[in-house]
């Protein structure tokens, strides 16, 4: 590659892991001299680098560039300590749930009619997800372009200390061995490694059940290089053209919670950047708020274009994912994902299971209707498959120029029969769990797999209009159970948006680094990739 610059930035960033014995294990919030509400800032400032986003990618960004320059990180939403809706895993899902203001999750919906969450929090996604830690396929990475060994230094690096593995109960065991008996082999036991075969993947969540994110890293930033501003929203990118071969980032304007606008420029320096770190649905729409973007769509917002770049924005992706649920007779262990089954066929099957992850995970109506149902019901769990990939894309576009609000996101779902027929095969396989013996007592004779795909169809998953029933084929319910297990990315993808360094093409002085430079979603679950590639989303 020449992604050296970033895995060499990364790789710096996690080497302080090796000594990190994990603050997070307590209910005491990290002593952050640099962290500060964003109205107490100047109205004007200068640094040697501007981070737009303070997520799995913007945090270790931050504190490895602040040992030697200085360094602005701004976050649109709050801190995530002392909120144990983010910090316990026991309280899953009720941040998904909290639609106030202030919460660490922001819902949007699709225009597919699937509802989704976006990260509002410093720490981003790893604030508020399920905490399952795999890596990449050896084969990605060298897709990618990425020095493989330099990936591998990196990711050893955070699972000293990041990443966990998972004490099983017997939810996840009858799930893992169902996947055996259905011939999702070899079984592979406890791994990281993204191999085909059933697996136990690792954890951010200790054993005591406390959540390990990207904004622990902001431990290992040198004070003095670092200042990082809470519920910060920037509103634009500020470039110099004036005289320029071509434009040329410089600055940002940004408010603060009163409204009050503040302006942080770049010192003079030839190495001085600005980079984006806002994730895949809010990179895109601040190069758009900021000049770069498709011209008429821009035009069309008053927006000046400082940049005709019709692919911002395009090449939007969310991995569908479809569940199945099963009341149990037996009481279950609360567990999120622990378990994964990597098919050969392109999907993914995975489990939760106790009442955290029903009531409350998923961000869409059926909170309310689960919140109704009888408490028994909840003796049981999801087995889940998510299509890999995939390969339906989709686009992304302003509705306004605030920033705050969100842009419209279609991501074509199913789109492409191959994603369609993944999904098929992947229900197929959650059924011959269901039916083997490891399964077995977890579930209700009398609630025959037609009876439990007709609960689930008819369960407000998602907005869409309901028709299945059991003599329909499973297309039907695929596409009308659709879900997101947020794992969205594109937007600002390598070789259409960015160059192999991450690079804005067509301008000086910006890059971009994260979830939305992907063309693909790494693994099973991004985020080990997001923390280590860019320690990203």
Same mark, same amino acid.
């Given at each position: 590659?020449?992604l050296?610059?970033?895995?060499r930035?990364? /790789?710096?960033?996690?080497?302080?892991?090796?000594?990190?014995?994990?603050?997070a294990a307590?209910?005491?919030a990290?002593n952050?001299?640099f962290?500060?509400? #964003?109205?107490?800032?100047?109205?004007?400032?200068?640094?040697?680098?501007?981070?737009v986003?303070?997520?799995?990618?913007?945090?270790?960004?931050?504190?490895?560039?602040?040992?030697?320059?200085?360094v602005?990180l701004?976050?649109r939403g709050g801190?995530p300590?002392g909120? *144990?809706n983010?910090?316990?895993? #026991?309280?899953?899902? #009720?941040?998904?749930?909290d639609?106030?203001?202030?919460?660490?999750?922001?819902r949007?919906?699709?225009?597919d009619?699937?509802?989704?969450a976006?990260?509002?929090?410093?720490?981003?996604?790893?604030?508020?997800?399920?905490?399952?830690?795999?890596?990449?396929?050896?084969?990605?990475?060298?897709?990618a372009g990425?020095?493989?060994?330099?990936v591998?230094?990196?990711?050893?690096?955070?699972e000293k200390s990041?990443a966990?593995?998972?004490?099983l109960?017997?939810?996840?065991?009858?799930?893992r061995?169902?996947?055996?008996?259905?011939g999702v082999?070899?079984?592979?036991?406890?791994t990281?490694?993204?191999?085909?075969?059933?697996?136990?993947?690792?954890t951010?969540?200790?054993?005591?059940?406390?959540?390990?994110?990207?904004?622990?890293l902001?431990?290992?930033?040198?004070p003095?290089?670092?200042?990082?501003?809470?519920?910060?929203?920037?509103?634009k990118i500020?470039?110099?053209?004036?005289g320029?071969?071509?434009? &040329?980032a410089?600055?940002v304007?940004f408010?603060?919670?009163?409204?009050?606008?503040? &302006? #942080?420029?770049l010192?003079?320096?030839? &190495?001085n950047?600005?980079?984006?770190?806002?994730? /895949?649905?809010g990179? +895109?729409?601040?190069?758009?708020?900021?000049g770069?973007g498709?011209a008429q769509h821009?035009?069309s917002?008053?927006i000046?274009?400082?940049?005709?770049?019709?692919?911002v924005?395009?090449?939007?992706s969310?991995n569908p994912?479809?569940?199945?649920f099963?009341p149990?007779?037996?009481p279950?262990e609360?567990?999120?994902?622990?378990v994964v089954?990597?098919?050969h066929?392109?999907s993914?099957?995975?489990?939760?299971?106790?009442?955290?992850?029903?009531?409350?995970?998923s961000?869409?109506? /059926?909170?309310?209707?689960m919140?109704?149902?009888?408490?028994t019901?909840?003796?049981?769990?999801?087995?889940?498959?998510k299509?890999?990939?995939?390969?339906?894309?989709?686009h992304?576009?302003?509705?306004t120029?605030n920033?705050?609000?969100?842009?419209?996101?279609?991501?074509?779902?199913? &789109?492409d *029969?191959q994603d369609?027929?993944?999904?098929v095969?992947?229900?197929?396989?959650?059924?011959?769990?269901?039916?083997s013996?490891?399964f077995?007592r977890?579930r209700?004779?009398f609630?025959?797999w037609p009876?439990?795909?007709?609960?689930?169809?008819?369960? *407000?998953?998602?907005l869409?209009p309901?028709?299945?029933?059991?003599?329909? +084929?499973?297309?039907v319910f695929?596409?009308?159970?659709?879900?997101?297990?947020?794992?969205?990315?594109?937007?600002?993808?390598?070789?259409?948006?960015v160059?192999?360094?991450?690079?804005v093409?067509?301008v000086?002085?910006?890059?971009v680094i994260?979830g939305s430079t992907?063309?693909?979603? *790494?693994?099973?679950?991004p985020?080990?990739t997001?923390?280590?590639?860019?320690?990203?989303?």
């Amino acid at each position: 590659m020449n992604l050296g610059w970033w895995w060499r930035l990364f /790789a710096g960033a996690l080497a302080g892991f090796l000594f990190f014995h994990g603050f997070a294990a307590t209910e005491t919030a990290p002593n952050y001299s640099f962290m500060y509400d #964003a109205t107490s800032a100047s109205t004007l400032s200068y640094y040697d680098y501007i981070i737009v986003g303070g997520g799995t990618a913007g945090c270790p960004l931050a504190a490895t560039l602040s040992q030697n320059a200085t360094v602005l990180l701004l976050e649109r939403g709050g801190s995530p300590y002392g909120n *144990p809706n983010i910090t316990k895993m #026991a309280s899953f899902g #009720a941040a998904l749930s909290d639609l106030s203001q202030s919460s660490p999750s922001q819902r949007f919906i699709s225009e597919d009619g699937v509802i989704n969450a976006r990260a509002r929090v410093l720490g981003g996604g790893s604030c508020i997800n399920a905490g399952f830690y795999t890596r990449a396929s050896d084969e990605y990475i060298k897709q990618a372009g990425w020095d493989g060994r330099l990936v591998k230094e990196s990711y050893q690096w955070m699972e000293k200390s990041v990443a966990f593995e998972p004490s099983l109960g017997q939810w996840q065991s009858a799930v893992r061995d169902g996947l055996l008996e259905a011939g999702v082999m070899p079984s592979n036991g406890f791994t990281y490694d993204h191999i085909y075969g059933t697996k136990v993947g690792g954890t951010i969540f200790d054993q005591q059940g406390n959540r390990h994110t990207a904004a622990d890293l902001l431990e290992y930033a040198n004070p003095s290089g670092l200042t990082v501003f809470l519920h910060a929203s920037v509103h634009k990118i500020l470039f110099a053209i004036k005289g320029k071969r071509r434009p &040329k980032a410089h600055g940002v304007v940004f408010r603060d919670t009163t409204g009050a606008k503040h &302006k #942080a420029y770049l010192k003079q320096g030839s &190495k001085n950047e600005i980079i984006v770190s806002a994730g /895949a649905l809010g990179s +895109p729409q601040l190069l758009m708020l900021s000049g770069v973007g498709p011209a008429q769509h821009l035009k069309s917002h008053d927006i000046t274009v400082v940049l005709d770049q019709p692919l911002v924005g395009q090449g939007m992706s969310d991995n569908p994912m479809n569940a199945v649920f099963i009341p149990s007779p037996l009481p279950v262990e609360v567990s999120l994902i622990q378990v994964v089954g990597i098919t050969h066929f392109g999907s993914y099957i995975e489990a939760a299971s106790g009442e955290n992850f029903a009531g409350g995970a998923s961000s869409s109506p /059926a909170v309310e209707y689960m919140n109704n149902l009888d408490e028994t019901t909840f003796r049981g769990g999801f087995i889940l498959e998510k299509v890999m990939g995939p390969i339906s894309t989709g686009h992304l576009e302003l509705r306004t120029r605030n920033p705050n609000d969100n842009p419209s996101v279609t991501f074509n779902y199913f &789109k492409d *029969p191959q994603d369609l027929q993944r999904c098929v095969q992947g229900i197929q396989t959650i059924e011959k769990i269901i039916e083997s013996k490891a399964f077995f007592r977890f579930r209700y004779e009398f609630l025959s797999w037609p009876i439990l795909l007709n609960m689930t169809a008819n369960a *407000p998953l998602n907005l869409l209009p309901k028709h299945y029933n059991p003599s329909m +084929p499973l297309e039907v319910f695929c596409k009308e159970t659709v879900m997101t297990i947020w794992h969205y990315h594109g937007g600002c993808q390598v070789g259409k948006v960015v160059d192999l360094d991450y690079k804005v093409l067509g301008v000086d002085a910006l890059r971009v680094i994260d979830g939305s430079t992907f063309n693909d979603s *790494p693994g099973t679950n991004p985020q080990a990739t997001v923390h280590g590639c860019e320690d990203i989303e």
